[in-house]
C-alpha cells in the first residue's frame, strides 16, 4: 500500500497527465489505499486515464459503468470501453466482454462469440477466463459439449487460486466425469477450496473423511469440516433429519469431539476466495 506521501507523488503525476499515474489514482480512490474510498473521484481518475488510452483504466471504468458504482450504470458505455481495452488485448476486458454476450447485456445474447471471446481470454492466462471457459465446454455453450475439455481448463483455473474452479475439478475426480474417478484428487481438489472457506467443498471434503476414500478414515477431521461448513452455509437442518456432527458424535469419544471442535475454532480461511465475477469492479487494476 502507498504511504499518504507517495501517494501526493503519485497526484502529482496524474494531474500532469501521466496516464497510467491517473490509473492507480483511480485504484487507491476505488480501494480506499491508503485515502478514504471514493468511487465519484474513482471514475473521474479512470476517466482521464482511459481518454488517453489506457487499457487498464478502460477496464475499470467499465467496471463501474456495468455495476453503476461512482456512476449511472449504463451498459453502452461499459461495452465501448470493453471493447476499446480488448482491441488493445486486455485479457480481463476480453474476458468481461465475453460475458456480455454471454449474458446479453446491451447486445443480443451469442454464444458463439462469448466463446470466442472467452477462450481469447483463457489463452491469454485469465484464471476467471480459464473457469469460465470449462464451463463453457462442460455444457456446450457455444460450442461442441467436450467434458475432458472442462476439465483440462478448470484444472488451469483451479492451479491460480480459482475456488469455484477448484471445486468443479474436486467433482470431476469423484465422479468420474471427464476424467478417470479418483478419489485421492477428489479429496485433494475439495481441500484446496475448503480451506479458502467455501463450504460445499468443506462438506464434501468431510464425507471423504468420514467414508475413508481418497483420505485416511478420520471421524475427528470428518466432525470439523462438517462443523465449518454448517457455520459457514448457515443451512438449516430439515425436520426430522440429523446433523452430520450429530450423526458422527455417537462414535466419538469427548476427547475427539472437544479435539474437532477446537480444530474448528482455531481454523481461518486461508484466503478471499477467487469465484468467477461478472463484472470485476472490485479488482485491482493491474495495467
Known amino acids: 500500500m502507498l504511504s499518504l506521501s507517495e501517494f ?20 487507491c480512490y476505488m480501494m480506499g489505499e491508503p485515502i478514504t474510498k471514493d468511487f465519484k473521484t474513482a471514475a473521474a481518475w479512470y476517466q482521464k486515464a482511459a481518454d488517453s488510452g489506457h487499457a487498464g483504466a478502460q477496464k475499470c471504468l467499465g467496471n463501474m459503468y456495468a455495476n453503476g458504482v461512482g456512476v449511472a450504470q449504463n451498459y453502452s458505455k461499459a461495452f465501448a470501453l470493453y471493447e476499446a481495452a480488448a482491441n488493445q488485448n486486455h485479457p480481463k476486458a476480453i474476458f468481461n466482454l465475453s460475458l456480455m454476450y454471454q449474458i446479453g447485456h446491451h447486445v443480443d445474447r451469442d454464444y458463439q462469440k462469448a466463446y470466442e471471446l472467452c477462450r481469447k481470454s483463457a489463452e491469454m492466462g485469465y484464471a476467471s477466463a480459464e473457469f469460465n ?15 475432458e475439455e472442462a476439465v483440462k481448463w478448470y484444472r488451469r483455473a483451479a492451479k491460480q487460486g480459482n475456488v469455484t474452479a477448484q471445486l468443479n475439478i474436486a467433482m470431476a475426480y469423484e465422479h ?6 479418483n478419489f485421492k484428487e477428489a479429496a485433494y481438489w475439495y481441500e484446496k477450496a475448503a480451506d479458502y472457506g467455501d463450504y460445499f467443498a468443506q462438506e464434501h471434503l468431510a464425507r471423504l473423511y468420514a467414508e475413508g476414500r481418497g483420505v ?42 472437544k479435539q474437532a471442535e477446537e480444530m474448528a475454532n482455531a481454523w481461518s480461511p486461508a484466503g478471499s476466495k477467487t469465484l468467477l465475477p461478472i463484472f470485476q469492479v472490485q479488482e485491482k487494476a493491474t495495467g
Request: hydrophobic share 35%; charged share 25%; net charge positive.
Open 176 to 181: 468420474g466425469d471427464g476424467i478417470a474417478q
Open 133 to 147: 471457459l470449462g464451463l463453457l465446454y462442460y455444457n456446450g455453450t457455444g460450442c461442441r459439449q467436450n467434458r
Open 216 to 257: 485416511e478414515h478420520d471421524i475427528v477431521m470428518a466432525y470439523k469440516w462438517y462443523r465449518l461448513a454448517r457455520k459457514r452455509s448457515a443451512a438449516v437442518i430439515p425436520p426430522g433429519e440429523l446433523d452430520p456432527c450429530s450423526n458422527l458424535a455417537v462414535l466419538m469419544t469427548p476427547e475427539q469431539i
Open 8 to 27: 501526493e507523488a503519485l497526484k502529482k503525476r496524474g494531474h500532469a497527465g501521466d496516464a497510467e499515474a491517473q490509473r492507480r489514482l483511480g485504484d
